[in-house]
Nanobody, 126 residues
């Protein structure tokens, strides 16, 4: 089992920045692939960014150039640096992990992830 705990969400004005963190505990070898997803009210959960333990990444087109994903394997921590935030970025952000080394396509698709955190809310006001 893997436990994932997100932090770093909050309320910011448009143009601002936030950095989300996700700390993994438990069976750490099951976190080969990790990703960030978000879900706004009334919308499907969508992939934002994903990364494998050997550094392969994929970023959704909607946030490319503004968001950066990284991980510190020694600290079992996943990060999402979010810059130039916009109101449409408002959502609950979830961390996810899986024991498989996912493809670039798989990193952004929720069906491939086994473990999920509880989420952290990001609210961007105009």
């Amino acid at each position: 089992q893997v436990q994932l705990v997100e932090s770093g969400g909050g309320s910011v004005q448009a143009g601002g920045s936030l950095r989300l963190s996700c700390v993994a505990s438990g069976y750490i070898s099951s976190t080969v692939s990790m990703g960030w997803f978000r879900q706004a009210p009334g919308r499907e959960r969508e992939g934002v960014a994903g990364i494998t333990s050997d550094g392969n990444t994929n970023i959704a087109d909607s946030v490319k150039g503004r968001f950066t994903i990284s991980r510190d394997n020694a600290k079992n921590t996943l990060y999402l640096q979010m810059n130039r935030l916009q109101p449409e970025d408002t959502a609950m952000y979830f961390c996810a992990a899986d024991a498989s080394r996912l493809s670039s396509w798989g990193l952004l698709h929720r069906g491939w992830y086994k473990y999920w955190g509880q989420g952290t809310q990001v609210t961007v006001s105009s």
